[in-house]
Nanobody, 124 residues
Framework: QVQLVESGGGLVQPGGSLRLSCAASGRTFSSYAVGWFRQTPGKEREFVGT????????YLANSVKGRFTTTRDNATNTVYLQMNSLKPEDTAVYYC?????????????????WGQGTQVTVSS
């Protein structure tokens, strides 16, 4: 069983940066890949990116490539989403999720555990 808790969301101006954290419980967290998703009201949840259990493999969606990156620190059971050059269209609730195998597919059904989400608002 893995429990995930996101933090770090907030209000930021366009062009600014935020770093989201996804803190996990569980002694075997390093065996799980972690994905990031985001959702705005009335829209489907969008896949943002994912990092493998070791942190060696990373995949980012085209919409955020070059601006976002995801890393992890297995010593502290934490995964990060660093978001730079933020745009108003990045405004959403951001979720982290865990799955047993790394895949760039972004299919929600393949993720077993989900956090509660954290709001990111990009506005001047």
């Amino acid at each position: 069983q893995v429990q995930l808790v996101e933090s770090g969301g907030g209000l930021v101006q366009p062009g600014g940066s935020l770093r989201l954290s996804c803190a996990a419980s569980g002694r075997t967290f390093s065996s799980y890949a972690v994905g990031w998703f985001r959702q705005t009201p009335g829209k489907e949840r969008e896949f943002v990116g994912t990092v493998s259990g070791t942190g060696a493999l990373v995949y980012l969606a085209n919409s955020v490539k070059g601006r976002f990156t995801t890393t992890r620190d297995n010593a502290t059971n934490t995964v990060y989403l660093q978001m730079n050059s933020l745009k108003p269209e990045d405004t959403a609730v951001y979720y982290c999720a865990a799955r047993s195998r790394f895949s760039p597919s972004g299919r929600e059904a393949e993720y077993d555990y989900w956090g509660q989400g954290t709001q990111v608002t990009v506005s001047s």
